[in-house]
């Protein structure tokens, strides 16, 4: 568990107040690696075994806004990076 969900040092004394916690970082973390086993994870400048930290920037914390164009919304990304566009099948801004 060394991909930074924090379950090395919890927040509270007894077991019994952490419980929530370790749900939520354990749905978290099935997120986390459902989404890194889809996706091409070399193309993002990841690796398998990268921590929370770093596919939060470098996955989630980018810029992107819905236009509409031709009667239809698109999602218009602004990076250079091209996984982005097959990854959300959109052509990339």
């Given at each position: 568990?060394?991909?930074?969900?924090?379950?090395?040092?919890?927040?509270?004394?007894?077991?019994?107040?952490?419980?929530v916690f370790l749900l939520l970082t354990a749905l978290i973390r099935n997120f986390y690696k459902a989404i890194m086993q889809r996706i091409e994870v070399k193309?993002?400048?990841?690796?398998?075994t990268s921590r929370i930290k770093t596919f939060v920037f470098k996955f989630i914390s980018v810029p992107a806004k819905?236009?509409?164009t031709a009667r239809?919304?698109?999602?218009?990304?602004?990076?250079?990076?091209?996984?982005?566009?097959?990854?959300?099948?959109?052509?990339?801004?």
């Open positions: 568990m060394n991909n930074g969900f924090g379950w090395d040092r919890l927040p509270k004394s007894f077991m019994a107040e952490n419980t193309k993002f400048g990841l690796k398998e819905w236009i509409k239809q919304c698109v999602l218009n990304i602004y990076t250079d990076n091209h996984a982005y566009a097959e990854a959300f099948k959109t052509s990339s801004g």
